[in-house]
């Protein structure tokens, strides 16, 4: 794993950004597996201005990101959807058939699941994964305890992940209770994977992932067995270290 040591959020989201414009740049129909959440925000931000600045083409890549809520509607404003629109989508103005995130508003989860694991095998997998972690070590909405080998389905969202996200919505009980998620086994697919961690909050899970043992406890601990990690932490989530 190569660990790249920042000083805080700002440096993180401009470096892992410069990674991902590079990419792009050499590799014009990349295929690109994204996060959505607080923490890759600012990385959004600067590799839109990367690529419009460039002028790079955007017009073969493609997008699959990592979870989508179960129940919301993918027009409403929390939905990962509305997300990716705003933050990646249009800025960027990429068209609908280049992105894709699991549909949680269908009456079938787990066909919605499977197909959409389909889709990413037909489009011949991902060459780099985004990824933030939760303050728990879940990767997507792998929660502790998920056999690292399971391939995108429908999961239970624990209460401690309702309640971190519950700052987007009105209440914590509008917050879905369940979500679709690429499993560990999608993830560990990907060529190359790349981890934003930032903030205190993050230091437990990092210290896991550093120096833990590989164990369903920490889902973070997975990408010990990949061949591919860079890992961008800044000061505070690299507390432990
Ligand atoms: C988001 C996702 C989650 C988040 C994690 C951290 O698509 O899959 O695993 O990366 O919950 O969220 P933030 O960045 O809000 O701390």
Same mark, same amino acid.
């Given at each position: 794993?190569?660990?790249?040591?920042?000083?805080?959020?700002?440096?993180? =989201?401009? &470096?892992?950004? &410069?990674?991902? #414009?590079?990419?792009?740049?050499?590799?014009?129909?990349?295929?690109?597996?994204?996060?959505? +959440?607080?923490?890759?925000? +600012?990385? #959004?931000?600067?590799?839109?201005?990367?690529?419009?600045?460039?002028?790079? /083409?955007?017009?073969?890549?493609?997008?699959?990101?990592?979870?989508? #809520?179960?129940?919301?509607?993918?027009?409403?404003?929390?939905? %990962?959807?509305?997300?990716?629109?705003?933050? *990646?989508?249009?800025?960027?103005?990429?068209?609908?058939?280049? @992105?894709?995130?699991?549909?949680?508003?269908?009456?079938?989860? /787990?066909?919605?699941?499977?197909? #959409?694991?389909?889709?990413?095998?037909? !489009?011949?997998?991902?060459?780099?994964?985004?990824?933030?972690?939760?303050?728990?070590?879940?990767?997507? %909405?792998?929660?502790? +305890?998920?056999? %690292?080998?399971?391939?995108?389905?429908?999961? &239970?969202?624990?209460?401690? @992940?309702? /309640? !971190?996200? !519950?700052? *987007?919505?009105?209440?914590?009980?509008?917050?879905?209770?369940?979500?679709?998620?690429?499993?560990?086994?999608?993830?560990?697919?990907? &060529?190359?994977?790349?981890?934003?961690? =930032?903030?205190?909050?993050? !230091?437990?899970?990092?210290?896991?992932?550093?120096?833990?043992?590989? =164990?369903?406890?920490?889902?973070? @601990?997975?990408?010990?067995?990949?061949?591919?990690?860079?890992?961008?932490?800044?000061?505070?989530?690299?507390?432990?270290?």
């Amino acid at each position: 794993m190569k660990i790249i040591k920042v000083s805080d959020y700002e440096e993180m =989201s401009r &470096k892992s950004a &410069k990674m991902f #414009y590079q990419m792009i740049d050499q590799q014009p129909n990349i295929r690109l597996g994204l996060a959505t +959440g607080s923490t890759p925000i +600012g990385f #959004y931000k600067y590799l839109t201005e990367f690529l419009q600045a460039e002028e790079t /083409d955007v017009s073969k890549l493609l997008s699959f990101n990592l979870d989508e #809520y179960i129940g919301l509607d993918p027009q409403s404003p929390q939905s %990962f959807y509305t997300f990716m629109k705003e933050h *990646f989508y249009q800025p960027l103005g990429l068209n609908q058939g280049q @992105t894709f995130i699991p549909d949680g508003s269908v009456s079938d989860p /787990d066909e919605e699941s499977k197909r #959409y694991e389909q889709h990413i095998r037909e !489009a011949g997998g991902i060459d780099v994964q985004l990824l933030g972690v939760g303050t728990n070590g879940h990767i997507g %909405f792998n929660e502790p +305890g998920t056999p %690292f080998n399971q391939r995108t389905h429908q999961v &239970k969202l624990k209460e401690s @992940t309702r /309640d !971190a996200n !519950a700052r *987007f919505f009105d209440s914590k009980e509008d917050v879905p209770t369940h979500a679709i998620t690429m499993g560990i086994g999608t993830i560990l697919d990907a &060529k190359k994977v790349v981890l934003l961690a =930032s903030g205190e909050r993050k !230091a437990d899970a990092i210290y896991q992932l550093v120096n833990g043992e590989v =164990s369903e406890d920490w889902p973070i @601990t997975a990408l010990k067995n990949h061949p591919d990690v860079t890992l961008f932490v800044d000061k505070d989530a690299a507390a432990q270290l």
